[in-house]
């Protein structure tokens, strides 16, 4: 079983779609896949919720107010645990789920306030014991770029200074906010220009199998 945390300080960033896509391309490839939906706001959960007559649903826990009835609730099997933690958390409130996680995703905007506010993020987060091992991998996600402006540029080679990698670069498309108020993803369809953006996720995902 492996548990990914997705987690951001900083709201807006895209965290609930990049977590449930994760889980949607895992459940898809027939993996048994668990959401921990960590934020209040409940929008995971509701995705779930859409996606439950699917073949390829996925099973929301709620881990928005107890950690540990969270992980009690984890049915025998899973083969994949997706968290989607709360927004504005630093690296102490997530101490539960880092002791928990294989690899933490962290994504961020490219745009200079979006990348200063997750620097005190960084930082708290290199404060917990196994990052600092090295035991827990952390990847930043560059997400809705723009790759065709300079500001989109600028960002990823600012990222590219930080001390994780960058796992994947996402562009910018309308296509997420929809599909996840349906209970989709970009991996429930097969179009020519959804695979574009599939293409997108293919280093992320070759990161994870390594975490």
């Known amino acids: 079983m492996k548990t990914v945390l997705v ?3 900083k709201g807006g960033v895209g965290k609930t779609t990049i977590a449930t896509h994760l889980a949607a391309q895992s459940a898809l490839s027939g993996q048994g896949t668990v959401l921990i939906d960590a934020d209040p706001q409940g929008s995971s959960t509701r995705w779930c919720e859409r996606r439950a007559s699917l073949d390829s649903a996925v099973l929301p826990i709620d881990g928005s107010s107890r950690h540990k009835t969270a992980w009690k609730s984890v049915p025998d099997g899973a083969d994949r645990i997706v968290i989607d933690a709360p927004a504005g958390a630093m690296g102490d409130s997530l101490a539960t789920w880092l002791e928990h996680a294989d690899a933490l995703v962290v994504p961020i905007l490219p745009s200079a306030l979006d990348i200063e506010a ?3 993020f960084l930082n708290s ?10 035991d827990l ?9 723009k790759p065709w402006t300079n500001a989109s540029r600028q960002a990823l080679d600012l990222l590219g200074q930080w001390p994780y ?7 910018d498309s309308q296509a997420y906010v929809m599909l996840v108020g349906l209970g ?3 991996f429930d369809y097969h179009s020519a220009q959804v695979r574009e953006h599939q293409d997108d996720w293919k280093p992320l995902l070759r990161w994870l199998k390594k975490a």
Request: charged share 25%.
């Open 7 to 9: 987690a951001s300080s």
């Open 118 to 120: 997750t620097v005190p």
């Open 125 to 134: 987060l290199s404060r917990h014991p196994r990052i600092r091992r090295g």
């Open 137 to 145: 991998r952390v990847g930043l996600v560059g997400n809705k770029l």
């Open 165 to 171: 990698p960058v796992v994947a670069q996402l562009r």
């Open 184 to 186: 989709k993803s970009l």
